[in-house]
């Protein structure tokens, strides 16, 4: 297992952009699939990107032309570039990790994640 911290959320005006990012420790020695998600209150977590260790990537409708999801094998970060923000992407945004092989995309679907942070948030105006 890692320990994941996300940082760099904040409040963003609509059409701006932010770059998530978030470090792992721990056993970062295993073949990591990444993920970010978000949730609003009263919501299930949603997947929004993936990227799985060979650096095949997933993503959800909604983030589909807007975010792009990025790692650096170094320094154990995984990424998120959200550009055209909508007031519709404010959430807490959360940072997921499973130590599995998948034989096609990377999942978005929490369940299959094992490895989580404690989230950051993002406001979109």
């Known amino acids: 297992h890692v320990q994941l911290v996300e940082s760099g959320g904040g409040s963003v005006q609509a059409g701006g952009s932010l770059r998530l990012s978030c470090t792992a420790s721990?056993?970062?020695?295993?073949?990591?699939?990444l993920g970010w998600f978000r949730q609003i209150p009263d919501r299930e977590r949603e997947g929004i990107a993936a990227i799985d260790v060979h650096g095949s990537t997933s993503y959800a409708e909604s983030a589909t032309g807007r975010f792009t999801i990025f790692k650096d094998n170094a320094e154990n970060t995984v990424s998120l570039q959200m550009d055209s923000l909508k007031p519709e992407d404010t959430a807490m945004y959360y940072c997921?990790?499973?130590?599995?092989?998948?034989?096609?995309?990377?999942?978005?679907?929490?369940?299959?994640?094992?490895?989580w942070g404690r989230g950051t948030q993002v406001t979109v105006s």
């Open positions: 721990g056993d970062t020695t295993g073949r990591y699939c």
């Open positions: 997921a990790a499973v130590n599995r092989r998948y034989t096609r995309y990377p999942p978005l679907i929490k369940d299959e994640y094992s490895d």
